[in-house]
């Protein structure tokens, strides 16, 4: 059983991130399982996040759920859908996209500062993002700087490897903060399999490298709530989903993105 209290329901609106203990306990084995299946047989979308002679691995892979059928098994019969909805304080819940991250021991690149929705096709103040880790995580745990999702202006996105911007309009976005260096409060926690971080699609996060001798397995799940929208970018969106037929204003569409709840 998970437990939304009141309390984290005003946290996550206040800071933009709440740890929920124990989300996906329950499903260790078969999300891990899932993980080594979308190694194994990687999607079109996924990355090695490295460049020639940084050390370690650090693999990440999304929007695989329709052929993982771990991931759909978690996403449909697990309790996450209910715990958005409370977070987000909205009735329908609808999936967008799934991912994972591995980083191998010896990777001692960190995940670069960003916010999610920037890269997104969607946009609405009910959002949603659970990253949860499926190896017990001290120093390589997810990063996230609380209020940053209340910004006015968005965080500039940027291609992780290439350090490029991934739009051509960068005026319109704030650049890169660096959160310790500024002073900002940034909320981590160490985190047994199966907890959760969860935060909004505007929340400024990122991660610590993984140096230790230990994987660090993730799988994140993105879903969204009543208000969410479909909006045009000035790009290539990541993910792109090539062919949805969209409209600007639309609720996504339920053939591709399914509601989970209301």
Not at 65 to 70: K, V
Not at 132 to 143: F, I, N, Q, T
Not at 242 to 252: A, N, T
């Given at each position: 059983?998970?437990?939304?209290?009141?309390?984290?329901v005003?946290?996550?609106?206040?800071?933009?991130?709440?740890l929920?203990?124990?989300?996906?306990?329950?499903?260790?084995?078969?999300?891990?399982?899932?993980?080594?299946?979308n190694?194994?047989?990687?999607g079109?979308?996924?990355?090695?996040?490295?460049?020639?002679?940084?050390?370690?691995?650090?693999?990440?892979?999304?929007?695989?759920?329709?052929?993982?059928?771990?991931?759909?098994?978690?996403?449909?019969?697990?309790?996450?859908?209910?715990?958005?909805?409370?977070?987000?304080?909205?009735?329908?819940?609808?999936?967008?996209?799934?991912h994972?991250?591995?980083?191998?021991?010896?990777?001692?690149?960190?995940?670069?500062?960003?916010?999610?929705?920037?890269?997104?096709?969607?946009?609405?103040?009910?959002?949603?993002?659970?990253?949860?880790?499926?190896?017990?995580?001290?120093?390589?745990?997810?990063?996230?700087?609380?209020?940053?999702?209340?910004?006015?202006?968005?965080?500039?996105?940027?291609?992780w490897?290439?350090?490029?911007?991934?739009?051509?309009?960068?005026?319109?976005?704030?650049?890169?903060?660096?959160?310790?260096?500024?002073?900002m409060?940034?909320?981590?926690?160490?985190?047994?399999?199966?907890?959760?971080?969860?935060?909004?699609?505007?929340?400024?996060?990122?991660?610590?490298?993984?140096?230790?001798?230990?994987?660090?397995?993730?799988?994140?799940?993105?879903?969204?709530?009543?208000?969410?929208?479909?909006?045009?970018?000035?790009?290539?969106?990541?993910?792109?989903?090539?062919?949805h037929?969209?409209?600007?204003?639309?609720?996504?569409?339920?053939?591709?993105?399914?509601?989970?709840?209301?």
């Amino acid at each position: 059983m998970v437990t939304v209290t009141e309390q984290m329901v005003q946290d996550y609106q206040r800071d933009g991130v709440v740890l929920v203990k124990g989300l996906w306990a329950d499903w260790v084995e078969v999300l891990r399982d899932g993980v080594a299946r979308n190694m194994a047989e990687p999607g079109p979308y996924a990355a090695e996040n490295l460049k020639p002679g940084e050390g370690g691995r650090f693999f990440d892979d999304y929007c695989n759920w329709t052929r993982i059928p771990e991931f759909e098994q978690v996403i449909r019969q697990s309790a996450v859908a209910d715990v958005a909805a409370k977070l987000m304080g909205s009735a329908r819940v609808q999936l967008f996209h799934d991912h994972v991250l591995v980083k191998e021991p010896g990777t001692s690149k960190p995940t670069p500062w960003h916010q999610d929705g920037p890269y997104y096709f969607v946009e609405g103040r009910q959002t949603v993002s659970f990253w949860s880790p499926l190896d017990p995580v001290r120093e390589a745990s997810l990063r996230c700087v609380a209020g940053s999702h209340l910004w006015e202006k968005e965080v500039l996105p940027t291609r992780w490897l290439a350090e490029t911007s991934f739009y051509p309009d960068s005026e319109k976005y704030m650049p890169v903060p660096d959160p310790d260096a500024e002073g900002m409060r940034v909320m981590e926690w160490e985190m047994e399999p199966g907890d959760a971080v969860a935060f909004n699609y505007r929340t400024l996060h990122g991660a610590r490298g993984n140096e230790t001798a230990q994987r660090r397995r993730a799988f994140s799940l993105r879903l969204v709530g009543g208000d969410a929208r479909y909006v045009e970018r000035p790009g290539r969106t990541s993910p792109p989903y090539p062919g949805h037929g969209m409209q600007p204003g639309q609720r996504l569409r339920e053939d591709w993105f399914p509601v989970l709840r209301g």
